[in-house]
Nanobody
Framework: QVQLVESGGGLVQPGGSLRLSCAASEIIATINRMGWYRQALGKQRELVAE???????NYVDSVKGRFTISRDNAKNTVYLQMNSLKPEDTAVYYC????????????WGQGTQVTVFT
């Protein structure tokens, strides 16, 4: 059972930046995929970005060029650097992890709120 704890959410104005962190309870080098999802009020949860144990990344089109996912295996932590934030980025952001290369993610954090307001 992998436990995930997110941090770094908050309030920010459009154009601002935030960095989310996800600390895992075990060595993430052994976890094939880690990702960030988000769920806005009244909408379905969507995959924002994911990174594999080999360093390959994948982003939803709406955040490409603005968000960067990275992992620090020494700290067992995954990050999501979010720049040029927009009001439509407002959501609860969830960290997820999975030992397999595909399929639904098995482990989830509790979520952290990101609010972009004018």
């Amino acid at each position: 059972q992998v436990q995930l704890v997110e941090s770094g959410g908050g309030l920010v104005q459009p154009g601002g930046s935030l960095r989310l962190s996800c600390a895992a309870s075990e060595i993430i080098a052994t976890i094939n995929r880690m990702g960030w999802y988000r769920q806005a009020l009244g909408k379905q949860r969507e995959l924002v970005a994911e990174i594999t144990s080999t360093g390959s990344t994948n982003y939803v089109d709406s955040v490409k060029g603005r968000f960067t996912i990275s992992r620090d295996n020494a700290k067992n932590t995954v990050y999501l650097q979010m720049n040029s934030l927009k009001p439509e980025d407002t959501a609860v952001y969830y960290c997820a992890a999975d030992r397999w290369w595909s399929g639904p993610y098995d482990y989830w954090g509790q979520g952290t709120q990101v609010t972009v307001f004018t």
